[in-house]
């Protein structure tokens, strides 16, 4: 059974900076997809990224692309999520999860068999 773990999650104003942090443990995260989620409240969960860690594939939502980035540490078995411009609405619950599936933002949340338990998000002044 593969565990995730979330971290990063703050208070920040508009137009600031986080990084979010999915740290697995008891697997290797090697050549699984990792895909972000975030959910709003009253809102449906929506897919905002995901990577493929061992074929170096990326994918975003067009509400995040060019203002978030993912990345791996392999030695660390963690993948960051660097959130940069950030806006009001943004601010939600944030959630990896992760399975052995293509990597494309399309998935449905479902479809993903791992998740961590989720880091809070909020962007105010």
């Known amino acids: 059974q593969l565990q995730l773990v979330e971290s990063g999650g703050g208070l920040v104003q508009p137009g600031g900076s986080l990084r979010l942090s999915c740290t697995a443990s008891?697997?290797?995260?090697?050549?699984?997809?990792v895909g972000w989620f975030r959910q709003a409240p009253g809102k449906e969960r929506e897919g905002i990224g995901c990577?493929?860690?061992?074929?170096?594939?990326?994918d975003y939502s067009d509400s995040v692309k060019g203002r978030f980035t993912l990345s791996t540490d392999n030695a660390e078995n963690t993948v960051y999520l660097q959130m940069n411009s950030l806006k009001p609405e943004d601010t939600g619950v944030y959630y990896c999860?992760?399975?052995?599936?293509?990597?494309?933002?399309?998935?449905?949340?479902?479809?993903?068999?791992?998740w961590g338990q989720g880091t809070q998000v909020t962007v105010s002044s």
């Open positions: 008891r697997r290797s995260l090697n050549y699984y997809t």
């Open positions: 999860a992760a399975d052995l599936i293509a990597c494309t933002i399309a998935t449905d949340p479902v479809t993903y068999d791992y």
């Open positions: 990577i493929n860690t061992g074929r170096a594939i990326t």
